[in-house]
């Protein structure tokens, strides 16, 4: 018989912790390994904290996307959004896949480029456009999601010297009943913006080439019928364009902003119980288009620009516990080796954290601080978890959207990120930063040396 770990009796206080209709909080249960490999292996050979990918769920979630939609709608293609997550070997298990690329600076364009994506597969997004991103933008081919009346000027001065007309979509903003409206992107639909700029446009197709019209309505959007919505007002300005302008679209995009299961804060219920099924988003978009009144034949193609619904799934933060502590009112503290300036989404959701040994029954609230020496680094304000201790590990689910392209180097350096393949094989896809690095771009002046 194996020896139990000693674990020190504690007294507490009882509170009468929030009870859902499913009963009281069930401790977490430990997560010894991913894909088959044992946790503190990974965490021994490559250190902690460590963000680790999982290949397998990265082609899962993007062949789950495209079988809810392409079940629905004759011709989809998904466009990866690159700032969710631009590690490259990320992108290119997704354009592996298919995927096209979805960029929002020049930046991220020469970093499709570089990822092997045609021109002409690479969206470009985004408030923010230089006159140097839009000709290099011409000069490759991409499409130009147009944004501003401002943005469509420049571009006209940029192709009035080029031997091809730009292609181009207009970014279309609109009410589908979301609160906020995200209305600072794009042209307003509804006070006939949208329009005015589709007819400068259509004067100008001698410069510019017009191939779709974009609608992403928001960010972890939890109401299905809103897509719907979008879908029918984007598919008759299509249409308004077709017959008014002569101006054929050849694509609709609607965007990203499908959630993925992680729960956001203030959330009654956990994520996997609150989040719409992909089946239903894809079912108001299908419905709207293909009642929508385009003749057979003329479908156009539609777009999709998922981010977190794509990778957070795949993404794990592993970590280990410093410290514990008891704060001024009796609270368990516990204190992690990975803060806020890693898990960057910290700050909207309850991220699910599991041990990765095995604990008795006994649970304790605790709150879980990051290593910062900064009173806002809190990884979750109250979790139930066993009575972790000193050198106890964690693993951190859902983290693969937005995290490896919002971490700050802040106080600590960023660790590994290790891409774990179908074989369960780890590979690291960025190197661990190191001192060197980090000043590598720092000048110290002559007076101040010495
Ligand atoms: C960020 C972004 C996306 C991806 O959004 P998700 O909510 O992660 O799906 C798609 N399109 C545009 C234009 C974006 O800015």
Redesign the pocket.
């Known amino acids: 018989m194996t020896k139990l770990p000693y674990e020190r009796p504690t007294i507490r206080k009882l509170t009468a912790g929030p009870l859902s209709k499913f009963g009281p909080r069930a401790g977490a249960r430990p997560v010894a390994e991913l894909e088959g490999v044992p946790v503190p292996e990974l965490l021994a050979r490559f250190g902690s904290p460590l963000f680790v990918l999982s290949e397998r769920q990265l082609r899962r979630s993007y062949q789950a996307v495209m079988r809810a939609f392409g079940t629905r709608y004759p011709q989809v293609q998904l466009a990866w959004?690159y700032?969710?997550n631009y590690l490259n070997a990320v992108c290119r298990v997704f354009h592996q896949e298919g995927a096209w690329a979805?960029v929002?600076s020049g930046l991220e364009l020469e970093k499709a480029l570089g990822n092997g994506v045609p021109g002409a597969q690479i969206l470009f997004?985004g408030p923010g456009k230089t006159r140097a991103d839009l000709a290099r933008a011409a000069e490759v081919d991409a499409v130009i999601h147009l944004d501003n009346a401002d943005e469509l000027h420049r571009l006209l001065e940029v192709a009035a010297g080029r031997p091809h007309r730009p292609r181009v979509a207009l970014r279309v903003n609109l009410d589908a009943g979301i609160f906020p409206q995200w209305d600072r992107f794009g042209f307003n639909l509804e006070n006939g913006q949208a329009w005015q700029a589709l007819q400068q446009v259509a004067a100008a197709t001698e410069q510019l080439d017009l191939v779709g019209l974009h609608c992403?309505l928001g960010?972890?959007i939890l109401q299905p019928a809103a897509y719907g919505v979008a879908a029918t007002k984007l598919a008759a300005l299509a249409l308004r364009c077709q017959q008014e302008l002569s101006l054929p679209v050849r694509y609709l995009d609607l965007?990203?902003?499908?959630p993925s299961q992680n729960t956001l804060k203030g959330s009654y219920l956990p994520g996997p119980d609150a989040v719409p099924d992909l089946d239903d988003y894809a079912a108001a978009i299908a419905e709207a288009l293909l009642g929508a009144g385009f003749r057979v034949g003329e479908l156009p193609l539609l777009v999709l620009?998922?981010?977190?619904?794509l990778v957070d799934e795949a993404g794990y933060l592993l970590g280990t516990v410093l410290a514990t502590k008891r704060l001024a009112d009796g609270r368990r503290a516990t204190v992690l080796d990975f803060g806020v300036n890693l898990l960057f989404t910290a700050y909207w959701y309850d991220h699910h954290i599991s041990p990765v040994r095995t604990f008795s029954e006994q649970t304790e609230p605790t709150v879980l601080y990051g290593p910062l020496c900064m009173n806002i680094d809190v990884v979750r304000e109250s979790i139930v978890l066993p009575l972790l201790a000193a050198g106890d590990q964690v693993v951190v689910h859902r983290v693969g959207?937005y995290n490896m392209s919002q971490w700050q180097q802040f106080i600590t350096l960023r660790p590994h990120v290790v891409l774990l393949d179908l074989q369960g094989n780890p590979h690291i896809i960025r190197e661990a930063e190191t001192l060197e690095y980090l000043q590598q771009p720092e000048r110290v002046p002559a007076h101040l040396q010495g």
């Open positions: 959004s700032k969710t979805e929002v997004n992403h960010t972890y965007g990203g902003g499908f620009e998922a981010g977190r619904a959207a």
